[in-house]
């Protein structure tokens, strides 16, 4: 079977762009995966679809798909074709979702063993993932906020410690050069760091410690932007810095943590054996991996008890450790609350838009038209700034965006007119990751320590994804937590397309201003100032009961 990737140009094999956008953001999603032949594209077993046969069947029913009509999947596997209407979604779907008691990895396992279930991850079975691209400026604004918070501002001479470079990690580096820090990242795996070179996101490689920290002592000394992959287990590689005296600035992990079976691969092992050992010893795997991550762990928070600033980016590493005996795991940070969370409390968050011709002027253009009609926020401007020269290209050409409520239609709306006036080469697909402010309940990573304890309360994504339907999006996913994160979240995505057409203008506009307007109305639910006063200023209808309180008690 030749590999497949998103087809470009001007040519639609479907009956209309907005369905041809969805068929093209599902051959990305596999053009930037990690392992196609499995479908898998991230987060150690994120897939795209269920099987190959699904797969098939899914492209062959968008071809096919008329305006009026919705498609409905399920975990991956297509269920069917309803007659709905013209503004309504283009396809639903639920990924990965288990009745709370039973939603255990075990379960997951066994599900997903008979066929009957996959872990979506959030953005792969939704065909929303872009590449390491996807959560790039998210990591830059953690670093951005850690220089800010401990360092004066800059991370210049600094060194980060973090280690993973698969589809989502594989940002690190990357990400840390652009902070203009060193960074140093273990990885065990030596073909994900080749592939994070030849990607452009990563610098140097080798397998030898050593030369790594001379490496990196140097860059600080130079204050030189540096990043390299080092060949070797975080497991091992922690520990023996910490026993040799070295203290990065700045210390983190982004392996597939949150799986013990699939993702973590346990020292001593190579990512072969650890694949050998799933089938012939995998309660001894899930062990050896457990035992790996407390070391790991274990040598985190001695680095944070020497004086290094060291958080959880997002992969469950601190419930692993507490499971295999740290039980102050949880002294270290969660990246949402540490450091993003002000920004998510305005519903600002990982929006971004995808050039369906396959152009890369396109996102240039688009680039432009940010630089000159947001050039008030600095957020965005910086980063459109930083991205246009350091961001290469991977599958259909995508940008990333920190932009918040109505800023997002704002500028979806600026591109459908482009479309329209032929300015750009093609449709344009707008789309966020899940981890936005009203799409995702993990109280472990997006909701740690909400202000008034509602983590756990996985309404708002639901919501979300309901509102995000009646508010004329093309595409709805729900997902739940599959492998180690079953029964730790549940999160909602969303795609709508700008194919220039004026009705289009509609849906851009309800469905992103519902999707974020909603996001600031989970936070000021919860409490949270910035919220409150997104809400007065951008005029949110907010029904507030506290004013009913009073009539009550009356
Ligand atoms: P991935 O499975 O594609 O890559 C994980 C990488 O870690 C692999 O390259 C693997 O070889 C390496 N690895 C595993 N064990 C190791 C060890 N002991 N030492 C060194 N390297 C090891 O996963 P991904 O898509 O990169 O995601 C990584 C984690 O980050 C997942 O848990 C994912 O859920 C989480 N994540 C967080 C965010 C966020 O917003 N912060 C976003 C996406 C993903």
């Given at each position: 079977?030749s590999?497949?990737t ?11 762009w907005?369905?041809?956008a969805?068929l093209r953001?599902?051959e990305?999603?596999?053009e930037?995966?990690?392992n196609?032949k499995?479908?898998?594209?991230y987060?150690s ?8 046969p699904?797969?098939r ?5 968008l ?7 919705t ?6 596997k ?8 013209r503004q309504?979604p283009?396809?639903?779907m639920?990924n990965?979702?288990?009745?709370g ?21 959030l953005?792969?079975?939704?065909w ?13 604004e ?7 918070l401990?360092?004066?501002g800059s991370?210049q001479?600094r060194?980060?410690?973090?280690a993973g ?19 140093l ?6 073909e ?10 990563l ?13 990196i002592?140097?860059?600080?000394g130079?204050?030189?932007?540096l ?10 590689v ?7 005296g070295?203290?990065?600035?700045i ?5 597939s ?7 973590y ?22 062990e050896?991996?457990?035992t ?7 040598a985190m928070?001695e680095?944070?008890?020497r ?11 601190r ?13 270290i940070?969660i990246?949402?609350e ?9 519903a ?9 011709s396959?152009d890369p ?5 688009i680039?432009?038209?940010?630089l000159?009609e947001?050039?008030d ?13 350091h ?6 050409p ?6 918040g409520h ?6 979806a709306l600026?591109?459908?007119a ?7 080469s093609?449709?344009?697909a707008?789309?966020r990751?899940?981890?936005?402010a009203a799409a ?7 909701t ?7 983590d ?5 994504p ?8 009646s508010?004329?999006?093309?595409l709805?996913?729900i997902?739940?937590g599959?492998?180690?994160y079953?029964g730790?979240m ?7 397309v700008a ?12 469905a992103?201003?519902?999707d ?10 919860a409490?949270?100032?910035e919220?409150?006063d997104?809400v007065?200023?951008k005029?949110?209808?907010?029904i507030?009961?506290r ?6 008690a009356?």
């Amino acid at each position: 079977m030749s590999r497949i990737t998103a087809a470009r140009g001007g040519e639609l094999r479907c009956k209309g762009w907005r369905q041809e956008a969805l068929l093209r953001m599902l051959e990305n999603v596999l053009e930037n995966g990690e392992n196609q032949k499995e479908l898998i594209v991230y987060a150690s077993l994120g897939k795209a679809a269920r099987n190959w046969p699904s797969y098939r069947a899914i492209v062959d029913t968008l071809k096919n798909l008329e305006e009026d009509e919705t498609l409905v999947i399920q975990s991956g596997k297509p269920i069917g074709i309803f007659r709905t209407h013209r503004q309504a979604p283009l396809v639903v779907m639920a990924n990965c979702n288990l009745v709370g008691r039973w939603a255990t990895s075990e379960n997951f396992y066994e599900l997903q063993d008979k066929g009957l279930i996959i872990w979506g991850g959030l953005t792969a079975a939704a065909w929303q993932y872009i590449g390491s691209q996807g959560v790039i400026q998210g990591t830059y604004e953690i670093f951005q906020s850690i220089a800010r918070l401990h360092f004066g501002g800059s991370l210049q001479g600094r060194f980060i410690l973090t280690a993973g470079l698969g589809g989502m990690g594989g940002s690190q580096p990357l990400a840390g050069t652009m902070a203009g820090a060193a960074i140093l990242c273990v990885e065990v795996a030596e073909e994900r760091i080749d592939k994070r070179i030849s990607a452009g996101y990563l610098q140097r490689k080798t397998a030898s410690l050593d030369e790594a920290l001379a490496w990196i002592e140097e860059a600080k000394g130079s204050g030189e932007a540096l990043s390299v992959g080092l060949l070797g287990n975080a497991a091992d590689v922690y520990p023996e810095l910490l026993a040799s005296g070295v203290l990065p600035d700045i210390v983190t992990d982004q392996t597939s943590a949150h799986d013990l079976l699939y993702g973590y691969i346990p020292s001593g092992y190579t990512p072969a054996a650890a694949a050998a050992a799933r089938k012939t010893d995998p309660a001894g795997l899930q062990e050896a991996a457990g035992t790996s991550i407390a070391a790991e762990v274990g040598a985190m928070l001695e680095f944070k008890e020497r004086g290094a600033v060291v958080f959880d980016n997002g992969n469950n590493i601190r419930s692993q450790a507490v499971k295999y005996g740290i039980a102050n795991a949880f002294d270290i940070d969660i990246f949402t609350e540490a450091f993003l969370r002000p920004l998510f409390a305005r519903a600002i968050g990982p929006f971004r838009w995808i050039a369906l011709s396959g152009d890369p002027q396109d996102i240039r253009t688009i680039d432009e038209y940010i630089l000159r009609e947001f050039s008030d926020n600095e957020i965005v401007s910086n980063w459109i700034k930083l991205a246009n020269i350091h961001v290469p290209v991977e599958g259909l050409p995508a940008r990333i965006g920190w932009f918040g409520h109505r800023d997002r239609s704002r500028l979806a709306l600026a591109v459908n007119a482009m479309v329209r006036e032929g300015k750009l080469s093609g449709p344009v697909a707008f789309s966020r990751d899940h981890l936005d402010a009203a799409a995702m309940a993990h109280p472990n990573i997006m909701t740690e320590r909400m202000k008034d304890g509602s983590d756990a309360i996985a309404d708002w994504p639901l919501l979300n994804a309901m509102l995000n339907c009646s508010s004329m999006a093309d595409l709805v996913a729900i997902h739940s937590g599959g492998g180690g994160y079953a029964g730790y979240m549940t999160s909602a995505g969303v795609t709508i397309v700008a194919d220039g057409k004026e009705e289009s203008d509609l849906r851009l506009r309800t469905a992103l201003d519902n999707d974020t307007g909603l996001g600031v109305l989970r936070y000021a639910d919860a409490g949270y100032e910035e919220s409150l006063d997104e809400v007065e200023r951008k005029g949110i209808a907010r029904i507030d009961t506290r004013r009913h309180e009073e009539i009550v008690a009356d």
